[in-house]
């Protein structure tokens, strides 16, 4: 392809191509069937010495990628969490790769820095976050970025945490070795935090804690109180807690408001993971779940899960800017730039240095569907949510085994691991739904989760009945 008109032609035949995909989705089984290795032997050795024909390309979309794909966007997926997805945000994605900029710095695409800024105030006032998070409140030092996911919000959180609290510790006593703090620094989260906050600790070499948490899933002040305690007492330096709001397990919510009190007593970084959950913040009725979240210092969501966005857009604000910024400072001739002390240059703020021109696609997404669609979706997915849990709790071989708060129902049945395990194996071979499993309370459990942004009512009937035909034949089976 080396001309516009072929980009014309071929654009409009893959936007088809596309549409007609969204609109079938439903009839392809939500997981891949294939063996590892499938691919291999249906396509050459060696990339082409010459162009293929573009027709060529297209065929083999259904011949070699479809097969291999598991279709997160079919409303018959329901394991992990949702994967934003609309057509506003796939052509916003579209203008970002021909726009095809690197924003690193403000010079190197100034739209590219200065959309973000503002998208991420948009989203803040969304969500009602604390005001000293946005860049626009007068005087304010914090501000927003966008990450590509929430495990790059939590290490970023955790390793600005680190520099923050070694900085702070040498200038009590200037003696004290680096490193020696270093080994002293300890971090907090949950038993049930996404196991990406235990990365960020492998990643900053820092210590973590994995905390017990109450019959509801979440972690409780009293708890992180007594570990801090110990570990003062062990001579360790708490400096870091990730509390999680709408946890991988169950969507349990850790009790920020009385944890934040402690971080703030403390002088602890507080990070708060809200990668799914976040977006029911933008509803006021869900807003309540946040309460505490003035004690942060930073918070993440991920819009590329519930808010439409496509992977990968994770929203993340800190309540100063200056601890990212100084943790990860670097310059070279070539970056820099007459504007660099008034603007913000992006590459400070996160691991990688380059950038892609994501606020448009959360632009797109807040233009064209605006608040109310979007409340709209995340409240038609919630009572989703709870038609499937009305199915579960009218039969009674199941339980439910965690409270259903927003689109996620954790459920069993009555009986041993091995039965469900065996459950879940049956409903997975039939092909009609996708479920994973879990562990709460050291139980195997099954994970239900309205995903797809095009699930319907029939779709959970679907689902239910898909579980119930396959319970029937287990306790056949079973009572054999
Ligand atoms: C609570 C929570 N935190 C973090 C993550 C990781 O998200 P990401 O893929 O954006 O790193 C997930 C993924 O499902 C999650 O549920």
Not at 90 to 98: P, R
Not at 168 to 174: A, C, F, R, V
Request: glycine share 6%; with cysteine.
């Amino acid at each position: 392809m080396t001309n516009s008109s072929d980009f014309r032609e071929w654009g409009k035949e893959m936007v088809d191509y596309i549409a007609d995909y969204m609109d079938g989705v439903s009839e392809r089984p939500p997981l891949s069937k294939v063996k590892p290795g499938y691919l291999r032997s249906l396509i050459p050795d060696e990339a082409p010495q010459y162009p293929d024909k573009w027709q060529d390309v297209m065929q083999d979309i259904e011949r070699v990628i479809m097969p291999g794909v598991t279709h997160w966007q079919s409303p018959h997926f329901h394991a992990y969490f949702a994967c934003g997805n609309s057509y506003a945000s796939i052509l916003a994605d579209m203008l970002s790769d021909a726009i095809g900029c690197l924003g690193f710095s403000w010079i190197s695409s100034p739209a590219c820095t200065e959309l973000e800024m503002v998208t991420l105030d948009w989203l803040g006032k969304m969500l009602q976050l604390p005001e000293s998070f946005l860049t626009c409140t007068e005087g304010s030092k914090g501000g927003g970025v966008i990450q590509g996911t929430a495990s790059e919000s939590t290490a970023m959180a955790l390793l600005s945490a680190k520099m923050k609290t070694i900085n702070k510790q040498h200038e009590l006593d200037p003696d004290k070795d680096q490193y020696e703090i270093m080994s002293k620094l300890v971090a907090y989260t949950s038993e049930y935090a996404h196991c990406s906050v235990e990365r960020a600790s492998l990643i900053s070499s820092v210590r973590m804690r994995k905390l017990p948490t109450d019959a509801k899933f979440a972690l409780r002040g009293d708890t992180l109180a007594q570990a801090i305690t110990e570990d003062k007492a062990n001579g360790l330096i708490p400096a870091f807690v990730c509390v999680n709001l709408g946890t991988t397990t169950s969507c349990a919510f850790d009790n920020l408001a009385e944890i934040g009190a402690i971080c703030e007593r403390e002088n602890i970084w507080l990070h708060v993971d809200a990668a799914y959950a976040g977006t029911s913040f933008i509803c006021p009725e869900f807003r309540p779940l946040a309460d505490g979240l003035e004690f942060a210092d930073s918070f993440n969501f991920n819009p590329h899960k519930w808010m439409l966005v496509n992977f990968d857009c994770s929203a993340m604000w800190v309540r100063n800017q200056i601890d990212l910024v100084s943790a990860f400072h670097v310059d070279a001739t070539y970056l820099k730039h007459e504007h660099q002390d008034v603007v913000v240059d992006y590459r400070h703020w996160h691991i990688p240095f380059g950038r892609r021109f994501r606020s448009l696609k959360l632009w797109f997404v807040l233009r064209l569907f605006g608040v109310t669609k979007l409340q709209e979706h995340v409240r038609k997915h919630v009572s989703l949510a709870r038609e499937f849990e009305s199915f579960v709790r009218q039969d009674d071989r199941f339980e439910i085994v965690a409270d259903v708060v927003l689109g996620l129902v954790c459920f069993r049945l009555k009986g041993s691991d091995t039965l469900n395990e065996e459950l879940l194996d049956r409903v997975t071979k039939t092909g009609k739904i996708f479920m994973v499993g879990s562990h709460l309370n050291q139980q195997f459990i099954i994970r239900f989760a309205v995903c797809a942004a095009q699930t319907e009512s029939e779709d959970i009937l679907y689902a239910w009945n898909a579980i119930k035909e396959e319970v029937d034949g287990l306790q056949v089976n079973n009572n054999k």
